[in-house]
């Protein structure tokens, strides 16, 4: 039936496992799309829902954890086709998925990689233990929106982290369709938090709210907006991370995962 | 209606009572919602968060009170937010009779109310001699606002003298201590019991109605207390006596408490916009109130871990 009505798609926010408009009710006109434009009101609901969420994830067994990145992964490979017509090749695809397959087998593996039993002068066993940051705000790489996206993603949320993501203004598709796989994924509501919009005009809300823990400015080009966050973040101690244009396709490393870890060392007297 | 005050029998309430005219279910919620959509920014705001923070009754009343908490609960009351002397103290502490001690010690030299609430809160399920001394135990101990509960039975039963004798017993039990009545509204099933229940409490010597203990749910709601506030103004109209309006429980947000003072000042009038004549029953509440104070003088958003846990 060629008659029949066409079904737009709105693509909006997710936020706390929901998909809401911008509490502005802006959106903006990116690929051919509209697109909700988040407020710094979205961003703190964000922060709110993130910090619901932060204690039920990060409590999580690392085993649970590393199922739920590997069913992203498995929805992930059966949108394909729509992400081939967002314009991801399926090459960025597959690298896609086996990042996030890479990243699901390293969530119970990480703590025997940075922690550890601590050889000490006296009658105490001496543990450190990783663990996770909190709320990890990010914004999103311009280039490779996919596997870019999914690079940043799934370090923060494999150790226990939860993630606001500020997703690129330019192409913001991939990133409301990646929300659609979370939101499929058995992946708690609040885990990971999407916004679209101007990072230009949200991220400094978020790298100067106080129950931010850390961000990852992965994203911001502008060198001067880049030290203004930096400068923000530093109110409350945030770690901050700031790579030189990352290569997606390279071997990503640990580094992103154990930039949003903290060591907890426990003394325990030996009872001897 | 001063004949009924006089010598009123369970027949001439009753007749008062159910005089008076029914409410419009459909149209007191949309004017409520209606009202809560009203957008208060800057300095507005400002006002009515300070506003809000000096008109709260910073509440505990669990089972599992401690006078260490008690303590803690009154220095907060005192001083909501250390890092900032401009911070106004709360209106009042509420706590239940056997911690009033604790806290009368803690507020002493202090313009910080001292509320208990009394009568076998928060069933009101005890004989009144019992309701009496649990009312004079807290006065005597230095409480100077009680907070009763009305026996929602007999209310509901239709003996309307009983509430109506055994509030005046009650408010005589006071002495010098404000009374504030309790309706608890969720049990009250409508809202024309509602408009009764505040009008007989008013003509028996309420200082304040209030709308619940915080036990049952659903507590305070903006239509019931935009009801009470009508019953108030109206009172204030017929008789000249001044009655102040407490919603208690589930109001949790700064967002909620000035869709409540918009609602204050478009139905009673802006001389209830003062913690004499309007309070709020909360705990949670307060933490959110200097959140967002701390928010508009910082101009960054604050967090949970920068509050007090209480």
Known sequence: MSDRLAVLKTYKLYVGGKFPRSESGRTYRVQDSNVAKASRKDARDAVVAARAAFGGWAGATAYLRGQILYRVAEMLEGRRDQFAALGSSPEDVDAAVDRLVWYAGWTDKISQVRGGANPVAGPYFNISAPEPTGIVAIVAPSSSPLLGLVSVIAPVIATGNVAIVLADEASPLAAVTLAEVLATSDLPGGVVNILTGSAAEVAPWLASHLDVNAIDLTGVADPALAADLEIAAAQNLKRVLRPSSPDWTADPGLGRMTTFLETKTVWHPKGT | ?310
């Open chain 2, 1 to 310: 209606m001063t004949a009924l005050l006089t010598s009123p029998t369970n027949a001439t309430l009753r007749a008062f009572l159910h005089g008076l005219p029914g409410v419009d279910a459909v149209g007191l919620e949309q004017r409520a919602a209606s009202l809560g959509t009203r957008s208060i920014k800057t300095t507005s705001k400002a006002y009515a968060l300070d506003l809000a923070l000096r008109m709260v009754d910073l509440t505990t009343l669990e089972g599992a009170d401690t006078p260490g908490k008690v303590r803690s609960l009154c220095a907060k009351a005192l001083r909501p937010d250390p890092s900032d002397p401009e911070c106004p103290p709360v209106a009042a502490v509420c706590v239940y009779p056997s911690m009033v001690p604790v806290a009368a010690e803690a507020l002493k030299g202090s313009k910080v109310h001292l509320a208990s609430v009394a009568t076998a809160f928060p069933s009101g399920q005890a004989p009144l001699q019992v309701k009496l001394d649990d009312t004079r135990a807290a006065v005597q101990a230095g409480a100077d606002e009680i907070d009763m509960v009305i026996s929602r039975g007999a209310f509901l039963a239709g003996d309307y003298l009983h509430v109506y004798e055994e509030i005046a017993a009650v408010r005589e039990a006071c002495g010098d201590a404000h009374l504030k009545v309790i309706l608890e509204t969720g049990e009250l099933a409508t809202y024309d019991n509602i408009r009764r229940a505040s009008w007989l409490a008013m003509m028996a010597g309420a200082h304040f109605i209030k709308t619940s203990t915080g036990k049952v749910s659903p507590a305070a709601t903006l239509p019931t207390t935009l009801l009470m506030l009508e019953a108030v103004r109206d009172y204030l109209d017929q008789t000249g006596t001044k009655i102040g309006v407490k919603p208690a429980g589930g109001i949790r947000t700064s967002k909620d408490a000035i869709k409540y003072l918009v609602t204050v000042n478009e139905i009673a009038g802006p001389g209830w916009l003062d913690p004499d004549w309007f309070r709020f029953g909360a705990s949670t509440l307060l933490n959110d109130l200097l959140m967002q104070r701390a928010k508009l003088r910082t101009g960054h958003y604050s967090g949970p871990d920068y509050m007090t846990v209480d």
